[in-house]
């Protein structure tokens, strides 16, 4: 018998950046604040890594422009831009003629982490306002924000959905100043093209401080006007990825980035049918797929956004089109691992269970659990209420349709509630989506960013409204889960290894299989290496074999990886020990790190345990102490290896 299990281990290094500062002049003639007469509609937008940002913007005239770009601590005494100020070539396109004059966007590229930027756009002489932006540290935990459906103008007051839609992200802003990006749930105005509703939306200057990702929704894919105003970074803009297969006069496209360690796949969910004219959901599934095949290895979580929630409470909830989607997506989704789905539409929030092929994967898993362990396939599936307060849908009932695939039958916990759903929330008031990515694991939350109070457009125009301000107030949790991801490669056998029948030989991960996190390596003190300890998942071995025949337990590692960066293997060394004796189990002897006698270390397959011929039947639990030491001329970096467990019995 021979059974591969595996599980990760990651370590952080750290080395340390040195920054050269060097005092300009500014003999700049241009004064920083003037504001150009020609340009408008400035939206940062996300870029397609960590180190990048893509600016949007319109301009009155067709002439060549550019982004300016320098760190804020050059700026001169009265803001003036150093003369080293890094410029960014624009492109673009002149606007369809309801909006008028032209587009241009420019990538900013090559950014520094923990740095405070300012910029512009324009050209020489005729600058915009100067707006700021920061970067964080380019690996580990982060923080994003993500908002539903502002759709500005659907209220019918389209000032009143600007103040609701500004003050969300005041308020969200405020709470979590260093969340670093701010993902669109779709539907960003009520009427796709047009410009009032958009500047209405673009008003704040938090989009110009802090990157959009934009998501295209249904109210937005009827024109020009969202391609024009939101570049996004490596766009497949096929045909296929247009809900008319043209493309002519609607915007579309399906793109993905990865922001430290997240690949975010954002897709175009107004195409769902080929009747349509586009591809529908098969493209998206291959879209999905081959971006994942491709991408996948570059980053630690997947993270998948589009309009149309396939798992809501709403009106939209028994949507035809978003009974296709339902069918048309989760198994793909489960099959290649996507951590999390973001959704919009039905303006109503909802947090799924976790759902395997189009199924409740957990049918233990209780009506808002805290937390979860997303098993093999599990996906969590979240729908963001109204951002803006412009409108709000009203939770449904069930029906007897089932209560898998595109059924809309009860939940058997809960039957007010339909069977997909861990939480339902409607109390007409605005509210975000706080999602905390750790080492570990995702914590998503949702909380209100609004009361009955104005602004709240659809309530100030009388809509009813349920919250109550004294408990429930700005700031408070409507719902908060922790997802614990899964770390099988071999996920059917690593969980699904059942309670041995008597007469067999096995092992299993005695407990949760986490993450066997080594932290931050720390560097020594006069040394020229780092180091970093930490403990393998115990292992459980049993065998109740009558032939008591000799087995084995061995395991090794492969590279350290993150993204391109990778060290060796051999730097890991351990010491097995017997946590629990049993069945004849003797520990394996220790291995040193490559780094202290130039050899393999656990890059070489090593004996964990074993037990020879003859031994007593039973189970034993088998631990080990990593130690990992490497050079200190290894990059920063979040780097994880697999852990290969091989057993062997005759
Ligand atoms: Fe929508």
Known sequence: MRTNHRHRLAVSATTVF?????????????????????????????????????????????VAQQVQVAPTAKLGANGEFPADAVTFAATGAANIATSGGFNRHSTITGLQENTSYSYRVGSAGDWSTAYAFSTQDFEGDYDFLFYGDPQIGASGNVAKDQAGWTDTLDVSLTANPKAELLVSGGDQVETANTESQWNAFLASDKLRQYPWAATIGNHDVGGKAYEQHLYTPNTDRSTAYYA????????????????????????NSNSYATSQGGGGDAAHVAYVTDVINKHGSEAKWTVLVYHHSIYSAASHAKDADNKVRRVDFPATFSKLGVDLVLQGHDHVYTRSYLIKNGAKANPDEQPGQSEVFAGPGGVLYVTANSASGSKYYDITTPDSSGTSGAGNGADPLKPEDYWYNSVQNQEHVRSYVKVQVRNDKLVVEDVRSGTCAAPNASVELGL??????????????????????????????????????????????????????????????????????????????????????????????????????????????????????????TAGSAVASGYDNGGKGLSESAVLGSAAQGHARGSAVLGADLGLKFPDSVDKGNYRTTLTITALSS
């Open 18 to 62: 040195l920054g050269v500062s060097v005092a300009l002049g500014s003999g700049l003639a241009t004064p920083a604040f003037a504001d150009s007469t020609t340009v408008s509609a400035v939206i940062l937008g996300v870029g397609a890594n960590e180190a990048q940002r893509i600016v949007t913007w319109y301009s009155t005239v067709d």
């Open 244 to 267: 008319d297969g043209k493309g002519t006069a609607t915007s579309g496209g399906d793109y993905w980035y990865v922001y430290k360690d997240t690949l975010f796949i954002d897709l």
């Open 464 to 585: 009813s409204c349920s919250n109550d301000a004294a408990t429930k107030g700005v700031g408070t949790v409507v719902d908060k889960v922790t997802v614990h991801p899964y770390h099988g490669d071999n996920q059917d056998i690593q969980v699904n290894v059942p309670a041995l029948a008597p007469g067999e030989f096995g092992w299993t991960i005695d407990g949760q299989n986490g993450l066997v996190d080594l932290g931050t390596a720390a560097q020594q003190k006069d040394a020229f290496f780092l180091s970093a300890d930490g403990k393998i998942n115990p292992i459980k071995v049993t065998d109740s074999r009558r032939t008591l025949s000799p087995w084995a337990l061995s395991a090794s590692v492969g590279d350290f990886a993150d993204a391109a960066k990778s060290f060796s293997g051999a730097y890991l060394g351990w010491s097995p020990y017997l946590v629990t004796k049993g069945a004849g189990a």
